[in-house]
Every structure is written in structure tokens, then in C-alpha cells.
């Protein structure tokens, strides 16, 4: 159990248009989701939070209006990266938790995203 | 100080060998502990969780943790080069926030 699923895996846009992330818990609901960035060799940075139904909590210094995050259901989040700049490249990585184990994260394949 | 950190490694252990891998974090209220496994170019994947002082033990896997030395580990018998990737710790804070170290990354020479 505890399987977390992205699309896509690899995205290829051009700068200036938008991109789309979808995560999704396939076999549990999930009371939060997360969203993690990765550049190369470097850890993982938490983005945001989103609980479902309310609104992302970003962490400093992630604009809200260039990273939308919709929590529709408890199976799934979504992020668009807006406007997306060649400095956004990079591996986004989704994340969930069950109700029954709040602290225990489950990670999604993630997403590569260039931005040319 | 950071709230969670590790040593980046790289970790070098021959196959068959104890790899010990070690994490220290700065709130002291934590009470949540885990391990993860990053493969290069992939996600993380859970490996252990540890909530109480002392030993976990699954499988090959360890976790050892003291809370009044603020410190967590894991320990990894009969080192495959299969576990050869960037090992995670990750603490909850006592705002229920998770923060990640930055990782270790472990080579299991065969």
C-alpha cells in the first residue's frame, strides 16, 4: 500500500509557457500532500503543503503565484509552474500522507522539468 | 546550526561490511525519525521509521536513536552494492514541520 503516482515523468516546455503536475495516492487517501523540489546533488527542499480543500502553505521564499498548488480531493494535487524560466528546471517531487500515519511520507516518482 | 544534518559522504564500504550512517538534529522536542533511500535520479523511498530510544531492527536495517544525544543512525548489515545511494534522515519538528538532511551518500565496493 502507500503508492503515490506523478504525471508526467519528464516534461520538456519552452520558457514563458506553463506546466502542469499531477500526484496522486492510488491506494489510500491522503490527508496532506507535499511538494519538494531537487536540483542535482543538492537535498530535497519542501515548496508547500496542501491539505484538501484548503489553501497550499508555502515555505519562505516560494512565490505562490508562480507554483499553483490545487488539493482538490484526497487523491489527488496538482502544481503548475507558470511562466516557467530555464532557472525552474529542475526535479519536482510530490508526496502524501495517510490519515492512520501522519508523519510518514510517501514520495511520488517525481517530475523532470526542462525549461528551454 | 542546520536542523537536521549529515555527513554528505560519499560513504565507502566494501560488500559484505557494517556501513553506519549518522544524522544529528538541533530540536529537541522531535519525536519522529525516519530513513530514506534515493537512488540517483529517483525519488525517495521510506526504509525505516523510529519514534522510541534505542534499536529498530528490519531486515538488514537498523535504526538506533537517542533522543538526550539528539542523534539517529542507521546501520546497514551485509552491505550490498545494491544499497549503494544517497540515504536521507528525516526529522519531524516539534511544529510537526519535516525537514530533510542533506543526505549521505553511501558506495558498496563489490
Known amino acids: 500500500g502507500a503508492v503515490v503516482s506523478q504525471h508526467p515523468s519528464r516534461v520538456i516546455c519552452k520558457s514563458g509557457t506553463s506546466v502542469k503536475i499531477e500526484c496522486r495516492s492510488l491506494?489510500?487517501?491522503?490527508?496532506?500532500m507535499f511538494w519538494y523540489r531537487q536540483f542535482p546533488k543538492q537535498s530535497l527542499m519542501l515548496m508547500a503543503t496542501?491539505?484538501?480543500?484548503?489553501?497550499?502553505?508555502?515555505e519562505q521564499g516560494v512565490e505562490k503565484d508562480k507554483f499553483l498548488i490545487n488539493h482538490a480531493s484526497l487523491t489527488l494535487s496538482t502544481l503548475t509552474v507558470t511562466s516557467a524560466h530555464p532557472e525552474d528546471s529542475s526535479f519536482y517531487i510530490c508526496?502524501?500522507?495517510?490519515?492512520?500515519?501522519?508523519?510518514?511520507?510517501?514520495f511520488g516518482p517525481g517530475t523532470r522539468l526542462t525549461v528551454t | 546550526q542546520k536542523e537536521v544534518e549529515q555527513n554528505s559522504g560519499p560513504l565507502s564500504v566494501p560488500e559484505g561490511a557494517i556501513a553506519s550512517l549518522n544524522c544529528t538534529y538541533s530540536?529537541?522536542?522531535?519525536?519522529?525519525f525516519f530513513w530514506y533511500r534515493q537512488y540517483s535520479g529517483k525519488s525517495p523511498e521510506l526504509i525505516m521509521s523510529?519514534?522510541?530510544?534505542g534499536d529498530k531492527e528490519d531486515g538488514r536495517f537498523t535504526a538506533q536513536l537517542n533522543k538526550a544525544s539528539q542523534y539517529v543512525s542507521l546501520l546497514i548489515r551485509d552491505s550490498q552494492p545494491s544499497d549503494s545511494a544517497t540515504y536521507l534522515c528525516?526529522?519531524?519538528?516539534?511544529?510537526?514541520?519535516?525537514?530533510f538532511g542533506a543526505g549521505t551518500r553511501l558506495t558498496v565496493k563489490p
Open positions: 508526496s502524501a500522507t495517510r490519515t492512520s500515519a501522519i508523519y510518514e511520507q510517501y
Open positions: 491506494d489510500f487517501q491522503a490527508t496532506t
Open positions: 496542501s491539505n484538501e480543500g484548503s489553501k497550499a502553505t508555502y
Open positions: 530540536d529537541r522536542v522531535s519525536q519522529s
Open positions: 523510529i519514534y522510541s530510544n
Open positions: 528525516a526529522v519531524i519538528l516539534g511544529n510537526n514541520d519535516m525537514r
